[in-house]
Structures are given as C-alpha cells and as structure tokens.
C-alpha cells in the first residue's frame, strides 16, 4: 500500500464496485464502544452508512442510511464525513444526524420494526483517529469470489467527542479501522471471522474466512508495541449462546517462533443481516453479528475491540458454527 491509498480510487467496471472505510473505537473509561462505517457504490448509484454505539447501559445506538452516490470523489453522506488529513497517520471521523436508540440490541433482528419504533435522538460524533501502528495489507478473496481485493487495517488511538441527546461524552480510546476498494457483495464470503483488539503497546486482527468445501484463507498481525508481525496461523474456539451468537472468542495466534493466546468476552451484541434478491423472487440472507469484546493475554492485559461474525443462513441457520 502507498500513502496515497488512503483517498478514495478510480470507479472500476464490476457493477458492485464498493470502496469503504470502517472505524472502531472504545473507551472502557466511560464504557463507550462502536464503529462507523461509510461506503461508496457509485455504479449501484448509492452508499451505505452505519453508526453503532454500545451504549453504558446495555442498550444501542444505531442508524443505517443509503444515500444517493454517483461518484467516488470523496467519503461523505447522510450526514457523515471521512477526511484524510496525513495518509496512514491521520484520519478525522465526524458525523450529525440522528440515531434510534434501543434499549435492546437484539432488537435488531427485525430491524425495520426496531429502528421504526424507537426513539431517535440528536447524535453528533467527532473524533481525531491517529495511527498506533503501520497499516497491514491482507486481501479477503476466496475461492468462492472477489470480497475485498484491495484491503488494510490499522490500529490506532481515537480521541474526540460524542453527543448523544442531551449528554457529551469525551472519548479517549483505542481502535481498528479498515479500508477497502473493489467489487464486494455480503453474500460472497460462505463465512468469515474476523477479530481485533487493541490497547497501549499491544494489538492484533485476525481473520478466517471459510469456503464450503472446508477450506479456509486465514491472516492477520500482530503488534508487539514495537513492531507489526503477519500470523503464520489462527486457531478460533467459539462459545455461542442460545441465539447461536458468539459470547466468548479463544485465540492462537502464532508468528514464527512466537505465539499468543488470547481470550475474549463480548460485551454486548448486535446482530444485523444483509439481504440480496436470489433472482427467484427471494433473497439471500446474510447474518452479520457485531459483539463489542474485552480480550485478556496471559499476562493480564486487556484490550478492547470487536468479534465479527459473518455467515450465508441455511435452513434458518448459520453454515460456519465449526468456528
């Protein structure tokens, strides 16, 4: 990747053509979590915007919009704005609109119903995102397709102010954001895995994305506060409640002669789906479950973060509870 990567690129040809960026941020300070998340989709004519805030409380704030887009000049709409303001080092997220509040995220399963029939307050969001580490570049395809050929990730440090209502919140945190351009459906990933976690000194992401046959493309880093590392190998033991949703993530994750252990919890839990005609006059379904982590290394440290867990629904249910 070059500096210049971190604007946005030239529209490609696939009628899907996607460029987006997608940042994380917790404070455990004020028990304040989320991410928001921007795309363009200029030959689809739209983008997609998402904010997502694990409330203190328990509950969620949540807003999802599809704006009209048509070029890919820039990362702004429905009221949210990505800027770059030093490549690779310096990123300014900023958004005013408005978002449901829901006292339950599981609500979240119809979410129609949830978002039409809760109350929508005011929330501003402005954040200073400063990189921690150098960005790693990883590509996501698989043998079932093109998800996310041009991708990198980066941990950083997240300070600013939330207003939500009637109340501000300082945020000073840590996070992960990703950036990524190329053709992208939801439905084309059988299912996939992706963790990260970050604190003062210590960071990592790790993926796994599984294809029916059983098979699997796995990568990811480590950041030992001095340098970034590429995973030879990730190992992830899931623990799943009775909505078959994760509750607790296992990791190994081994570079070279080193490895890690890494133990997580979820905090909270949202699940969101993604639907697409199947051109039978259905649709696909696709699960997209976001948990809001604590993880532990051996050493007692903590890190927050998040557990990502995307799969293809069969039968009513999801194809990759193997991982």
């Not at 590392?229 to 899931?238: K, L, Q, Y």
Request: aromatic share 10%; net charge negative.
């Amino acid at each position: 990747m070059r500096p210049e990567d971190d604007y946005t690129h030239p529209v490609g040809p696939e009628p899907n053509f996607n460029e987006s960026m997608y940042v994380h941020f917790h404070d455990p300070a004020v028990g304040l979590g989320g991410f928001v998340r921007i795309a363009n989709r200029p030959n689809e004519g739209r983008g997609e915007v998402t904010v997502c805030l694990f409330l203190p409380d328990g509950g969620l704030a949540f807003s999802y919009a599809r704006p009209e887009v048509r070029t890919n000049e820039r990362l702004a709409a429905a009221g949210m704005a990505l800027r770059v303001r030093e490549p690779m080092k310096h990123l300014d997220v900023s958004f005013s609109g408005t978002v449901a509040r829901l006292a339950d995220p599981t609500m979240m399963d119809e979410p129609r119903a949830a978002l039409g029939g809760s109350p929508r307050v005011p929330c501003t969001i402005d954040l200073a995102v400063r990189a921690l580490a150098p960005e790693f570049a990883h590509s996501f395809d698989t043998g079932e397709g093109s998800f996310a050929p041009n991708h990198y990730e980066q941990l950083h440090v997240t300070v600013g102010r939330i207003a939500l209502g009637d109340a501000v919140v300082e945020i000073h945190g840590h996070g992960l954001r990703d950036h990524s351009w190329g053709p992208r459906y939801w439905q084309t990933p059988w299912f996939y895995r992706w963790v990260h976690g970050c604190t003062d000194g210590f960071g990592f992401m790790g993926a796994w994305f599984g294809n029916p046959d059983g098979s699997a493309v796995c990568g990811g880093f480590v950041w030992d506060g001095d340098a970034l590392v590429s995973i030879d190998e990730i190992r992830i033991a899931t623990r799943r409640d009775g909505r078959e949703e994760q509750s607790a993530v296992n990791l190994f994750l081994r570079a070279g002669d080193r490895d890690w252990t890494v133990r997580g919890r979820a905090l909270a839990t949202v699940p969101l789906r993604n639907r697409r005609p199947d051109g039978a006059g259905g649709h696909d379904v696709t699960r997209i479950v976001e948990s809001l982590m604590i993880w532990s290394l051996d050493d007692g440290r903590a890190l927050h973060g998040m557990a990502e867990y995307l799969d293809q629904i069969r039968d009513g249910r999801p194809v990759g509870l193997q991982v």
